[in-house]
């Protein structure tokens, strides 16, 4: 999506570690007008097939998650990350592994909002090392609902969840795939290498 990336190429930062910086418009101020046409590529790449539900993890994945869902025209659920009072004891999880904090943690989502009639499409910011979106296809999975595919905002596709999808069998659809940012200069996949 080329106004995707060059947005990414005028304000995203390479840091240590590898992680890109988007906190101008994706991660922490939100562009609206940009999301909303991500939403809408998210439609285009989707055209035909069935989906009763939009899936996503908090925090990052909700306002692309909302965007699109005007779009696809059904609810959008997002799995949480703490367990807290208000959410309900019967819960569908995945289980994730964070490579920046080293740890794995739990995603729930209730089992009122997900079920075996349900067509999935999960949403999510990044696809890195494929722990969250795996963590997310648990839940479908867990829940006996078809898994329609994923939409990926940036897939650093140097890292190994574009691989770890493929093996899953997950139809992914990146809006930017990302070939390398060594020495902070941000390189993409030529399209048709997508
Ligand atoms: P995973 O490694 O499981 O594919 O990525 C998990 C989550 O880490 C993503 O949903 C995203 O929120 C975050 N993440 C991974 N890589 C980056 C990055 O380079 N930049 C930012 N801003 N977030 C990232």
Known sequence: ME????KIMEV???????????DSFLNHQL????LNEVGKEFKKRFEGKKVTKILTA??????????????????????KKTESKNLDKDTFQGEVYSYTK????????????LDSSDHVLIIDDFLANGQALLGLKQIVDEAKA???????VIEKGFQKGGQ?????????ESLAIISSMEDGKISFKEPSQE
């Open 3 to 6: 106004l995707l990336k060059k």
């Open 12 to 22: 995203g930062r390479v840091e240590a570690g590898g992680v890109l910086k988007v």
């Open 31 to 34: 562009d609206i007008e940009l």
């Open 58 to 79: 908090e925090v990052s994945g909700i306002a692309i998650a909302v965007l699109a869902g005007q779009y696809f025209n059904v609810p959008v659920v997002f799995a």
């Open 102 to 113: 080293e740890k794995h943690y739990k995603i729930r989502v209730s089992k009122r909002y």
């Open 146 to 152: 078809q898994l329609v595919g994923a939409g990926i």
């Open 164 to 172: 770890l999808a493929k093996e899953a069998n997950i139809h992914v």
